[in-house]
């Protein structure tokens, strides 16, 4: 797989409003209220351990997974499965524990 | 612009909150594990061990919930967790109080941990919430090695006995 395609094939989370985010897939906009994210990153660690990884290698080796309150399905490869768990690692970096 | 906005989606650190629902689920099983121990004493008419296990068995749930709503309220996701592999399988009554100490003390272990964690991110809200399970375990552990005190003292003694010297919470 070469990087430009890696590049185009990979999902993107974006901040729309103040709390509004869109996941950017290869051929939709999905909307997220915080609690979507917030359950789409418990999925996507879960999914992203040694041992699941291990599991869907040795399967069909993509995931498919719902979103958004399950109103959307999206389909991962492997590559787009780790590149959306560092987008969501990135999201929720900005971690300001003292509000001033 | 609306300054009551400003505040962050979310107050505690989402590396703590997921420490935080491990824990949801480690008070969840140490709370079936005490009922399965009350079910032990109860079939046995051990009266204030039976007592002292069923009300472990709400305390452990009550951490459990206090954990859960607290994730909640600062705008985390509380998570229900799986609880299984309960033993129901004790071999005596003093083997059940060493596995309550050893239940405990793997509890504040964990919650030093997360403590830790907390104190590492600079996660002053979950630090604060804390402080209270340290000084719960702290009394939890030394009511469990006082009764295996009482074993000890009592040695070779009736079952029914010994249970009669033991608390009911
Ligand atoms: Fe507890
Ligand atoms: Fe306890």
């Known amino acids: ?100 | 612009m609306n300054t009551t906005a400003i505040r962050k989606q979310m107050s505690i650190h989402p590396d703590v909150m997921d420490l935080l629902n491990n824990q949801i689920g480690m008070e969840m099983k140490a709370s079936a594990s005490y009922l399965a121990m009350a079910s032990w004493c109860d079939q046995r008419e051990l009266l204030n061990s039976k007592a002292f296990f069923y009300k472990q068995a709400e305390e452990e749930r009550e951490h459990a919930m206090k954990i859960f709503t607290f994730i909640n309220d600062n705008g985390g996701a509380a998570i229900s967790p799986n609880v299984t592999n309960v033993n129901n399988d004790f071999e005596s009554l003093r083997g059940i109080y060493e596995t309550g100490l050893e239940q405990e003390i793997a509890v504040t272990e964990s919650i030093f941990k997360i403590f830790k964690s907390a104190r590492k991110e600079g996660d002053l809200i979950t630090e604060v919430f804390l402080q209270w399970f340290i000084s719960e375990q702290s009394e939890e552990e030394d009511t469990f090695r006082s009764i295996i005190d009482v074993f000890d003292l009592m040695e070779g003694m009736p079952l029914k006995m010994i249970d009669e010297r033991l608390p009911k919470e």
């Open chain 1, 1 to 100: 797989m070469n990087l430009e395609t890696n590049i185009q094939n990979s999902y993107q989370i974006r901040q729309s409003t103040f709390c509004k985010y869109v996941l950017v897939t290869p051929n939709k906009e999905i909307q997220l209220t915080f609690p979507q994210m917030l359950e789409l990153r418990r999925k996507i660690n879960g999914l992203t351990t040694i041992n699941t990884l291990n599991k869907i290698i040795n399967n069909e080796n993509f995931v498919l997974l719902f979103v958004a309150d399950k109103q959307h399905l999206i389909f991962l490869e492997i590559p787009q499965l780790l590149k959306l768990k560092e987008e969501i690692a990135l999201f929720f970096l900005d971690f300001k524990p003292v509000l001033v």
